[in-house]
């Protein structure tokens, strides 16, 4: 088996086995569906809590593949996904799939016709543990304590402690888009610890007094655990699909749904702090 042959097998094991919408009636016919590889974040904040109205007003029956935004438009530029989810800027999303490829020591090749369908806005939140008696953080604060240049929290007014970074993996949007954002591109402190999921950095820094990590408001809404959010500068990034071109019929019916028709209510509920 070549290299992409394996990447193929992987990407379809992963709709398979990991994708909490993968399953669709037979009946369906496959250009009823729709299938969206990407951003967790779009699939939990939108395209999933409105699957069922989607299909009830188009007939589109749509399919998720929670992967991560780097892998999703890995796979669209591909060709093994039609449309992809992502949860930061078009360029910063185009970074964290050539990382992907990266790791998979394959070609990415990204067509200018290349678009961004913006449905939604998030903001990502900093999160410590709910003891830790620090409140506010300024971005330079925070690029210090990310980047391992504080390595105390007594340095920015907390507790005689030592800073544990906690972040997701490389591939991911918001690491990549808070790297940028409010690390300047700064290098992660090289003690941070690593996780492949958000609900895994809500669980590392609600075992440590010390810990400090970034996620989207509305994971942390739904579970903080032991954690709590800090206040700084607000941290928003879009919510989008992406497409190669000109997106198919189909596709436009629900990037269209989301932002302009019934589905707007699931998009507005995905604003900003909400």
């Not at 808070?178 to 090289?190: C, G, L, P, R």
């Not at 810990?211 to 928003?236: C, M, N, Q």
Request: aromatic share 6%.
């Amino acid at each position: 088996m070549n290299g992409r042959s394996a990447l193929l097998m992987l990407l379809y094991l992963t709709s398979v086995l990991f994708s909490p919408s993968a399953s669709f009636s037979k009946s369906k016919e496959p250009s009823q569906v729709v299938t969206v590889y990407g951003s967790t974040t779009c699939i939990s904040r939108f395209l999933e809590p409105g699957a069922s109205d989607l299909e009830r007003s188009t007939g589109i029956l749509m399919r998720t593949v929670g992967v991560g935004t780097g892998q999703g438009l890995f796979a669209l530029l591909q060709g093994i996904a039609e449309v992809s989810a992502a949860s930061e800027p078009l360029e910063q999303a185009l970074e964290s799939a050539k990382k992907f490829a990266a790791t998979k020591n394959a070609d990415l090749w990204v067509p200018p016709t290349i678009q961004f369908h913006k449905i939604a806005e998030d903001e990502v939140v900093v999160i410590v543990h709910k003891d830790n008696p620090v409140k506010t953080l300024t971005w330079k604060q925070l690029k210090g304590l990310n980047s391992g240049a504080i390595r105390n929290w007594k340095d920015v007014g907390g507790a005689d402690l030592p800073v544990k970074v906690v972040t997701s993996h490389a591939g991911s949007a918001t690491r990549l888009f808070f790297q940028k954002t409010v690390m300047e591109s700064a290098s992660y402190a090289a003690q941070a610890t690593t996780v492949w999921t958000t609900k895994k950095e809500l669980e590392e820094v609600s075992q440590s007094r010390g810990a400090i990590g970034a996620v989207s408001v509305t994971f942390h809404a739904k579970s903080p655990l032991d954690t709590k959010a800090v206040s700084t500068d607000r941290i928003v990034r879009p919510l989008g699909l992406i497409t190669r071109g000109e997106p198919s019929q189909k596709v436009r019916k629900v990037i269209d749904f989301f932002t302009t028709g019934e589905g707007r209510r699931y998009s507005e509920g995905a604003a900003v702090g909400q």
